[in-house]
């Protein structure tokens, strides 16, 4: 990833956090929203508003990284593997944890359950899927579409 990438502010597939949450679930949205979609990543140690590189301590790096990924492992049905790493920009380190497009959806967060922990992310946003969001997504994970399902009762003429 460019370090100028890094710094154009949030986007469907970019989400800035300036500290790793101790509550996980503040992120967690936003992993299940991208493995939804198109894939993305959450850049920690860079402050949303701003966009001002704060990085993490070079103390906690490793510690932070085995939480996130414990906790993306462990909160997320189906299962989601994170890629994690670090990046230097301005002398400060960075953690990037980058999320696949998922190819088993729809991905949601296991203590909310399917209906209400399934997220998509919409340009900066994540919010909630609805209920035909949620439709497109399980025929999506079945590969299949909503414009090649049969209509029952439908009489040509």
Wanted: charged share 25%; proline share 6%.
């Amino acid at each position: 990833m460019e370090k100028d990438s890094l710094l154009q502010g949030e986007s469907k597939n970019v989400e800035y956090k300036e500290m790793v949450p101790e509550d996980s679930q503040k992120y967690m949205k936003s992993v299940v929203a991208f493995a939804n979609g198109d894939g993305g990543r959450i850049v920690f140690g860079i402050e949303d508003g701003t966009m001002q590189v704060v990085g993490i301590p070079q103390s906690d790096l490793f510690r932070l990284m085995d939480a996130i990924t414990n906790a993306v492992t462990d909160s997320c049905a189906p299962m989601i593997i994170p890629d994690l790493f670090v990046q230097e920009v301005k002398g400060k380190s960075l953690i990037i944890l980058e999320i696949a497009p998922g190819m088993q959806r729809p991905y949601y967060i296991k203590k909310k359950g399917l209906v209400k922990g399934t997220y998509i992310r919409t340009a900066g946003t994540t919010r909630p899927a609805d209920q035909a969001m949620l439709q497109e997504l399980l025929l999506e994970g079945k590969n299949k579409f909503f414009d090649q399902q049969p209509i029952p009762n439908l009489k040509v003429k």
